[in-house]
Nanobody, 124 residues
Framework: QVQLVESGGGLVQAGDSLRLSCAAS????????MGWFRQAPGKEREFVAA????????DYADSVKGRFTISRDNTKNTVNLQMNSLKPEDTAVYYC?????????????????WGQGTQVTVSS
């Protein structure tokens, strides 16, 4: 298990950019695939992006592809989500999560460790 803490959320206008960061504790961070999920009020938690342990393979939801970029720094135990061209529909609580298997699964149940979430609000 790793402990995860997100930061970087806030209130921005449509078209703006925001960078979320997730700091992980534990010496085995580099062995985990990492992901970002989001949950809007009244909606289920949905997959946003994921990155494998090496940082060489990434996966994105269609709704954010081309606008969001996930990256990681295994020397600093961090994973980031650069969000550009934000839209009001991107408004949600964003969660960082760790997956301890190479399955490539997008399902939330495949991720065993979660952060507390950070609020992103995009105004029109």
């Amino acid at each position: 298990q790793v402990q995860l803490v997100e930061s970087g959320g806030g209130l921005v206008q449509a078209g703006d950019s925001l960078r979320l960061s997730c700091a992980a504790s534990g010496r085995t961070f580099s062995s985990y695939a990492m992901g970002w999920f989001r949950q809007a009020p009244g909606k289920e938690r949905e997959f946003v992006a994921a990155i494998d342990w090496s940082g060489e393979s990434t996966d994105y939801a269609d709704s954010v592809k081309g606008r969001f970029t996930i990256s990681r720094d295994n020397t600093k135990n961090t994973v980031n989500l650069q969000m550009n061209s934000l839209k009001p529909e991107d408004t949600a609580v964003y969660y960082c999560a760790a997956r301890n298997d190479p399955s490539g699964s997008r399902h939330a149940w495949a991720f065993g460790s979660w952060g507390q979430g950070t609020q992103v609000t995009v105004s029109s």
